[in-house]
């Protein structure tokens, strides 16, 4: 008896440390499929999140570039940001609506846990704001561009919406379709070039020599689009009050743009009063200036060397000018500059 009690021990632990094996694996088995459920809801919500994001931004993006002429490379990283503190937000500031009817001592303790959120909101769009790319101007867009655009946008949310016979129908013709570009695909190519080519012909058959007053409050500033489609700017105003609106960001910049012009071939500033000058340190950071054209300073102004550094920092080709100098734009155009002369210049320097 005393010989099989060791053994018998034995088993009875082995047993015991079968059954907590087959426990413990159950356990992790558990666990991991519990973590895999979230991981996958996770995914799920980010990957909801993301198209969302991106269809609402694709619909509205003529709207935005019509109203404000940007467009944002980085709205998806800081939209799928935000879209996790939305609704937090939204549902709090319901609750705190209807607290305050009943404690306003636990609706300010609410407000501060929404003040929170509100505030990881705003951090979210300043650091995306601040990202390359999240800002970029553009021209605004013709009707006609925006109608091709919706249409080429809507025309594959109707096709998948499509019942299967029909389907079936638009794959059949999608085919010959794609049959008769294949195989006429030289010609379509010579099309679309002699289409280019006429437009551009027309174009330049239609182009006239214009003069735009631009209202930019004090001061002045005139846009000139020569025949040969050369846009010179001359004076970009401004105002020695320095208030929130900017004379060159708020009205010369979205005016130029909204004139389908993002390139200046030319900038003229006949002198450096901060009237005639403060607006072009906005056209020289938002648009792409090709050639500055200045006059030869009789003095030194803080504004002069403030525009110079950003020149110089772009690296923009100058030129400066005085009376009896000519400056070509084209072959049918050129400004002849009358002042200043030479000799006050010197006169003005030695003082």
Known sequence: MKKYLPLFW???KLLITKKKTKEDTSLKVIDSSKINIILRKITNIIKESFFVTISAQIMILPVMIINFNTISFTFIFSNILASFLIGPITIGGFLLLLLSFISIQIAAKLSIIIKIFLEMLLLISKIGAKLPLSKVYVTTPSIFSIII???IILFPVLFM???E???????KLGIKVKNILIKNKKAIICLIILIVIIYAMLLSLFMQFTICFIDVGQGDSMLIITKSNKKILVDTGGSKDKSSFDVGEDTLVPY?????IKTLDFVFISHFDSDH???????????KVKKVVLVKQ???????????KIIKKQKIETVEVKNGDKVIIDKDTYFEILHPQKELIQENRTK
């Open 10 to 12: 034995y088993k009875l």
């Open 149 to 151: 655009y919706e249409i």
């Open 161 to 163: 919406n499509i019942k």
């Open 165 to 171: 016979n029909r389907k079936r129908k638009c794959r």
């Open 256 to 260: 130029l743009l909204d004139k389908k």
């Open 277 to 287: 000058c403060n607006g072009l340190i906005a056209v020289l950071n938002k648009l």
């Open 298 to 308: 009789q003095k030194i102004c803080a504004e002069y060397e403030n525009i110079l």
